[in-house]
């Protein structure tokens, strides 16, 4: 080994860029190696037919941190998000369809349509919702208090669970049913209209192979509406560029902090002497040194992987085994001549602008994962459509369009031995066959498309199971016990091995939250003040 660093962070994606940026501005020497030629992870933005760019997993904005994007100073750097004029539109199976979002008002003209009774107890919903939310808001830039710590732990414990303790009884119990029950009980307990149960249940069911009936799937349902664009809470949109625009702002302000990123430098193993971290071994075999090694890359594929057997317990190699990873999704990106024709909504519009959503019903939610259960995929899927290139003409070429399919209940691994590489393009007609019910005509505008099932996001972006969030958002894998028990502070069950990814606290989504706590960690540990602030 020659080179030497401070730190080494596995992984070019926004949280490891995150990490970065606070590690070097406190002063420590790091470097970045990252498997694939272009810096991002899964937040990139590609040209996927000749003249079509778009991102290609990670798609929107909202959970991105107003601390992190003020630090870094990303606006300073041509960070721009166009916040959605509505946040969804949902076509029905009966030829109606519903808006949501675009201000209290105009959404509870829209209930009052399906029902007065939902429009009269939106803002009590809105409110119960937010005030759980801001929970959320205050804990996701705090490291969880971490099993193991003795007096130390206790206190954080104490001190976070004071925020909810504070509460009135009322909104503790709006805590419990958003972090215990499953989305259709949480809803059917405000709402009576199907149509408005669908709006708020779509949530549930992102990035988790689950059913609306799933105990815990409120909780995702919840995780999906802390965020904020532009200062609005709650609020979704798009980044001028795709996702690629923000990672690449994040390098640039890396690299100008003196941060050094290796591209194709695939990681194969942490290297370890005497029970602590020594460095990394690439796969083309260079030793690099340093005492510490931060893994931006998911639980499963750090210890599965990276990290010998020999150097973890038994225990804890069993529990990290078991760690449930696989979000259902399938990924589709499509370059159309034209944009959408849908049956309820024919004409251009503002819906053509916000989330397009596929999903009427909690039913047709639950059939769609029964569905994948059985057969690996949902025969009538669960589609999210955005068509960014209808407000950053940067996409395509003039008067066309790219979509972005985000799909849902695509079992990680086909029952029967089936190869996804064999059948992705079979599951990806079953996504254009069910946009196609809602908008005629759109297969014969379709000139190219870029898949991506479970295996083709594993193998493309490292994500083990296609899982997005590194890792299932179940209780048992939250907060102080995300990704185990004991280890929930960011740092592994090896001195000098810390994680800063979306299988930390507060889990999946760009929100540069765990690259944030993790850096904040580090360097604590590196200075006697342990208290210390980033």
């Known amino acids: 080994m020659t080179k030497r660093y401070d730190a080494l962070i596995i992984g070019g994606g926004h949280n490891g860029l995150v990490c970065a940026f606070y590690l070097a ?25 000749p003249g079509f760019r778009n991102s290609v997993a990670s798609y929107t904005v909202s959970l991105l941190q107003p601390k992190v994007i003020a630090d ?34 105009r959404t509870q003209a829209e209930f009052r349509r399906f029902s007065p009774h939902d429009a009269d107890i939106l803002p009590a919903y809105y409110d119960a919702l937010e005030g759980v939310a801001e929970v959320l808001r205050d804990l996701a830039l705090k490291s969880p208090p971490n099993a193991g710590d003795g007096w130390r732990g206790l206190i954080d414990a104490a001190l976070q669970g004071r925020r909810v303790a504070g509460l009135p009884i009322e909104a503790q119990r709006d805590v419990l049913d958003l972090f215990t029950k499953s989305a259709r009980t949480l809803l059917d307990g405000w709402f009576e209209s199907e149509a408005v149960k669908a709006a708020f249940g779509f949530d549930a069911v992102v990035g988790n192979y689950a059913s609306p009936d799933t105990p815990g799937s409120a909780y995702v349902l919840l995780h999906h509406v802390f965020g904020e664009v532009n200062g609005k809470k709650g609020a979704w949109g798009h980044s001028v560029g795709g996702m690629g625009q923000i990672t690449r702002i994040m390098a640039e302000v890396c690299r100008g902090l003196g941060v050094e990123i290796s591209l194709e430098s695939p990681v194969e193993q942490v290297l370890v002497d005497g029970g602590k971290v020594a460095g990394i071994r690439l796969e083309s075999g ?36 078991g760690f449930k990873a696989g979000s259902g999704t399938f990924r589709m990106n499509v370059a159309l001549s034209e944009l959408p024709r849908f049956t309820c909504l024919p004409e251009p519009g503002e819906h053509h602008r916000s989330g397009i959503i596929i999903a009427p019903t909690l039913d047709y939610m639950d059939r769609a994962f029964l569905d994948a259960k059985t057969h690996g995929w949902s ?18 070429p ?13 079992a990680p691994e086909l029952p029967g031995g089936r190869d996804w590489d064999d059948e992705e393009d079979k599951a990806a007609d079953t996504i254009i066959d069910t946009v196609e019910a809602q908008a005629p005509g759109f297969r014969a505008s379709i000139l190219g498309r870029q898949i991506l099932s479970p295996k083709g996001l594993e193998r493309k972006f490292g994500l083990v199971g296609g899982d997005i969030m590194h890792g299932n958002l179940t209780l048992d894998q939250m907060w102080s016990a995300r990704p185990v028990l004991g280890h929930g502070s960011y740092r592994g069950p090896i001195r000098g091995l810390y994680m800063c990814g979306a299988g930390t606290h507060p889990g999946g989504g760009v929100t540069g939250a765990p690259g944030h706590n993790c850096a904040h960690e580090v360097i604590a540990d590196g200075t006697r003040m342990k208290r210390f602030r980033i």
């Open 286 to 321: 260079e030793e690099i040194a340093a005492p510490r090694v931060i893994a931006n890359v998911g639980p499963k594929l750090l210890y599965g992987k990276m990290v010998a057997a020999s150097d973890l317990s038994p225990d804890f190699a069993r529990r990290m085994k």
């Open 398 to 410: 003039p008067g066309q369009h790219v979509a972005s399919l985000f799909c849902q209940q695509f």
């Open 379 to 396: 025969r009538k899927p669960i589609v999210e459509m955005l068509i960014p290139s209808t407000i950053d003409d940067s996409l395509a």
């Open 25 to 49: 501005r406190s002063g420590l020497k790091v470097r970045i190696l990252e498997r694939r030629g272009v810096v991002g992870g899964a937040a990139v933005t590609e040209e996927f037919h």
């Open 72 to 105: 870094m100073k990303l606006a300073e750097h041509g960070y721009r998000v166009i916040e959605r004029p509505i946040s969804n539109f949902l076509p029905q199976e009966n030829g109606r369809y519903l808006k949501l979002g675009g201000g209290l008002e």
